[in-house]
């Protein structure tokens, strides 16, 4: 607990203008840092230095109008943990084509964090800013091609049709619907 | 003799005109659905390139649709053929969440169950092995040994693969009687068969071959995919959640955390990737000696859930270590009866990063056998 402490406290005193909120995760009250998603850069430099190599994962959730990634960083060396966490509002307009959430990639920092990122910029529509050239020898395209919508996001809306095929059952309509049309099938049991 | 470094790959190439080879969505050589573009310089693969999410099928969002009491029922499909490992992540991450403080009994059962998962996937992996390696007879009686311990998961949980048996604060089932020495026969059984299998292929010359200094994983390479599970501690990586952060009855337990060695050839080749199983089998058989030894008595489960059920609002992050590495699972609860978020942290995400690089420079004959020794699991990437 000591050692958690010492390390919000170390933080705090050298990037305090960049600190938004200090405070635990968990039962196990990992030290958690909330900052400004333009300083991942200086946060990320400060924390490999000080042996969080390991990024065990990327975790975004859409919370009320805003995208909150979370980094679950662990210190292979002494076994601490921390967790790193900002937040990239949602554009509100999707008329005007700036739907996509503009976030800064931590590839640079974390390279195991690829398959991540490229499931989270489909999925939840970002645009990574990434000065490292990309992996471009693994094509990891989950959604097919002319999907519309960022289906983790809290405001998609279902299709109920993709390129003239009929989605299975649009969200709130029940199984039963689905059979209104054979009404006039034949019955295979005879009459009840 | 194999070359696997690229600049050997120049000194002896053949020289001619590339050919590029596409292989998928299915092949009998790869692990699942998915896209290998080869382009090849005769026999030797000059590069590779992956396309993979043929098997998406949204089940994150799925989750964040259905209520809690379904999540678990969800989290089979994550992975079927370790579909334990998701459940009992996700339960650990909403138990921590809920502060539910489980039975002992409850805890046990899933220590022993977590080890017979493992031990029925590596002896899947082994199978997968001895199939790319032509060697039917290996995977003929692996599968044969493989079916006692689907029938001990059968018999607690009333199904074989995808089982949904936990449940929020404990299993839905007790241990029936003769489970424990049907655990213990198993275990005998298959410390005898584990010496067969090394007469008959582990040490085969003609594998030994194929297998060393083949498909090598580098440290470098693992710490920089984020690679964990087997195919790290092959390549002399010692990491293990069972033992850096243990949870169920992990820290109670003796057992030991296999490493490669380089043995035969070089560490990090498909032989120290399937040694280290092997052992991890060992350990395995163990572990599970020590568990039944000492099963509390008591209830199985803290209460019924109800399709109703509700979570407090909150967040938790839960790691396992599944037979292929670390599978996290961060989930996020409004207090409603439906998540609102639940990700998967997957380990074949950091194997199939490592797929390109670890092809490039071997002959298209070790494609498969590579692929085999890395346990990738589409299924549990593209979810």
Known sequence: MESKNKLLQQIKARFSSRVL????????????????????????????????????????IDL??????????????SGEQIVLRMTYLIPVSRESGDAYVNAQSALAFWPSLWAQESEYSELFG??????????????????????????????????????????????????????????????????? | MTIFKTERLCETS????????????YHASLPGPMILRLKLDGEMIESAEIETGFLHKGLEKSFEIQNWSSAVILADHVDPEGSFFAELALCSAVEELGELELPARAVSIRTILSEVFRLANHLLYFAKVAKAARSETAFHYVMRDREKLLDLIELLTGARSSIGFLRFGGVTADITEGFIERVLDS??????????????????QAFVFRASSVGVLSRELVKKAGITGPAARASGLDYDVRKKNPYLMYSELDFGVPLGGGEVGTQGDIHDRFLVRLREIEQSLLILKQLVEKVPSGEFSLFQITPDFEVPIGEAYARVESSRGRLGVYVVSSGSVKPHRVQFSVPSQGLFAVVPQLLKGCYLEDLGLILASLDLSVTELDR
């Open chain 2, 14 to 25: 053949y020289e001619t005109d590339l050919i590029s080879m596409t292989m998928g969505p």
């Open chain 2, 187 to 204: 275990c005998d059984l298959l410390r005898v068969r584990l010496k067969e299998y090394n007469d008959l292929f582990t040490y085969n």
């Open chain 1, 21 to 60: 909120k200090v405070s635990v995760f968990g039962s196990q009250c990992i030290p958690m840092v909330w900052i400004d998603g333009s300083a991942l850069k200086i946060f990320a430099e400060y924390l490999i230095q000080e042996g969080f190599s390991n990024c065990e994962n990327l975790a975004v």
């Open chain 1, 126 to 192: 970002v645009r990574f800013n990434s000065t490292q050239n990309k992996e471009n020898s693994w094509s990891l395209g989950l959604l097919p091609e002319g999907w519309i919508g960022f289906p983790l996001r809290k405001d998609y809306v279902f299709p109920t049709e993709f390129f003239d095929l009929l989605h299975m059952r649009a969200i709130g309509q029940s199984a039963a619907d689905d059979y209104q049309d054979y009404s006039d099938a034949p019955s295979l049991g005879g009459d009840a």
């Open chain 1, 64 to 77: 009320e109008g805003a995208l909150v990634f979370t980094y679950f960083l662990s210190s292979p060396e």
